[in-house]
């Protein structure tokens, strides 16, 4: 294993469930709901359209001030993602990652400004040379293409990079684009199936890099994609 490709939103940071807090709290000061049912779809991708303040609107039977709900949910949003540390175990992943002399990038579906700014704001961006968002492929996770771009900037082959992803479609797009995959989930996606997923932990903090690339050289020549859900056995 020669690299290792990050997610961003849920993966780095929690701001997925930041996200949706904001906007059902937007939905439960007009006295509606947004339910977790609803949003979970749109958790790691563009490619879903979704209007939330049209749903809003269709619990409601009215028309809103679209301009003053998106204002109020953005400025929630602001709020409670700028408060964000990074998940536990990435940064010492990073660290751990850089003595071991592999490569780092992310792959997210977000735009670059959202990603990298962030990544500022935590003091990690110099630590990602490539960073590959939503503006560079012509479509979002679950199709590959985000990794796929991202092994060719890294100069790995796939097979050699190990994806790290919240979402079951980056899951999806990081195993269709040949790389082996490390499902993390958040709060939202814990109750999805990630067998697809080469392993799944509950938290980076849970295993240790040299485990995890242990794990994964054993899995990936001997068994290939989709082998393990549990952790590996020197670090249960």
């Known amino acids: 294993m020669k690299a290792l490709v990050f997610d961003f939103d849920g993966t780095i940071i929690d701001s997925e469930q930041a996200i949706y807090d904001s906007w059902q709290a937007v939905f439960q000061e007009h006295g509606a709901h947004l339910s977790v049912e609803t949003w979970l779809p749109l958790i790691g991708t563009f490619e879903i359209p979704f209007d939330p303040i049209l749903h809003l609107e269709e619990q409601l039977g009215r028309s809103v001030d679209r301009e003053a709900v998106d204002q109020k949910q953005r400025e929630l949003e602001k ?119 080469d392993l799944r932990v509950e938290s980076l903090a849970d295993l240790s890099l040299v485990d995890l690339l242990s794990y994964a050289r054993k899995t990936s020549k001997a068994y290939g994609s989709g082998y393990g859900q549990g952790l590996p056995s020197s670090s249960k």
């Open 79 to 197: 709020k409670l993602v700028g408060k964000l540390a990074a998940m536990p175990g990435v940064e010492a992943y990073i660290r751990e990652a850089k003595d071991a002399g592999l490569k780092l990038a992310v792959a997210s579906s977000s735009s670059s400004r959202w990603v990298k700014g962030h990544l500022d704001r935590l003091g990690l961006l110099e630590s990602f040379p490539i960073i590959v968002t939503r503006e560079m492929v012509e479509k979002t996770k679950p199709d590959p293409a985000l990794f796929r771009h991202a092994v060719e900037l890294l100069q790995v082959e796939p097979g050699d990079a190990i994806a790290i992803e919240d979402s079951l479609h980056g899951v999806v797009a990081a195993k269709g684009a040949g790389l082996w995959a490390l499902a993390v989930p958040g709060g939202l996606t814990r109750g999805l199936d990630f067998s697809l997923a």
